[in-house]
């Protein structure tokens, strides 16, 4: 799996596009300039995705060293100021692709699918294990609840055998696996999804949950929820294979 990282300094505009992003790619996501350069070089992402404007170091800047040390592949940035010194400036520099600001999510993001198959697959390779932490980091379930740990094992039973049964097989051998009970299981996970619905994003959840005749997302069950994650989580081994 592809090493993607996105640098703007919207956290709304990161949510969104992360969450489109994640089951397709290694996210990692900041805010600043000083955050980008650390994560360019500590992880050497295959597509980097640069607003210019950011704050403590600007897109010129960190592209100066991307390009002295080599650290990525590929190249997209966006700005809402374009004047001739930028265009002329970025001409010198590893830039694949410019986006002026507003750019809808949905045409960076099929912006990205389309380089990152031009220039191939990367190294790093995505566990299970990850990804579904992924998944629902991205539909912001909450770490901190049980549901999370317990919704993760669920998912990773059902992406290795979509047959089980929830209630009887699932639900009891994750609950013998956190010496817990079977019901706890069940409530820990709702109160999880309520938790993430009570906040959710709709464009987010859009992507994994298919609205109803009115337009909107119902609220999944955990049979619902548990069992179309599995699905997103196999259909991504079945890429990487």
């Known amino acids: 799996m592809q090493k993607l990282l996105i640098a703007d300094s919207s956290e709304e505009f990161l949510?969104?596009?992360?969450?489109?992003?994640?089951?397709?790619?290694?996210?990692?996501?900041?805010?600043?300039?000083?955050?980008?350069?650390?994560?360019?070089?500590?992880m050497k992402p295959d597509i980097l995705l640069l607003d210019l404007m950011m704050p403590e170091l600007d897109g010129l800047d960190i592209l100066r060293v991307v390009k002295e040390e080599q650290l990525c592949r590929?190249?997209?940035?966006?700005?809402?100021?374009a004047s001739d010194y930028l265009l002329e400036a970025i001409r010198e520099l590893p830039v694949d692709y410019f986006y002026r600001k507003p750019c809808s999510v949905s045409s960076i993001t099929d912006r990205i699918m389309d380089l990152a198959s031009r220039i191939g697959p990367g190294q790093f390779q995505l566990d299970p294990h990850c990804a579904v932490s992924s998944t629902l980091l991205a539909l912001n379930i909450p770490t901190h609840k049980k549901g999370f740990r317990y919704a993760r094992s669920c998912i990773l039973m059902l992406a290795e055998n979509a047959d089980?049964?929830?209630?009887?097989?699932?639900?009891?051998?994750v609950a013998k696996e956190f010496s817990t009970s079977t019901t706890a299981v069940e409530k820990a996970i709702r109160s999880a999804i309520d938790s993430a619905w009570e906040r959710h994003n709709p464009v987010i959840w859009a992507q994994y949950f298919s609205p109803a005749i009115n337009g909107q997302i119902p609220r999944p069950t955990n049979t619902q929820f548990l069992s179309r994650i599995a699905d997103v989580v196999a259909s991504y081994a079945l890429k990487q294979a």
């Open 15 to 42: 949510m969104v596009l992360a969450g489109s992003l994640r089951t397709s790619f290694q996210v990692e996501c900041c805010t600043s300039g000083n955050q980008a350069l650390n994560l360019l070089r500590s």
């Open 74 to 81: 590929c190249v997209i940035v966006t700005s809402a100021f």
């Open 164 to 173: 089980q049964q929830i209630t009887k097989e699932v639900y009891p051998s």
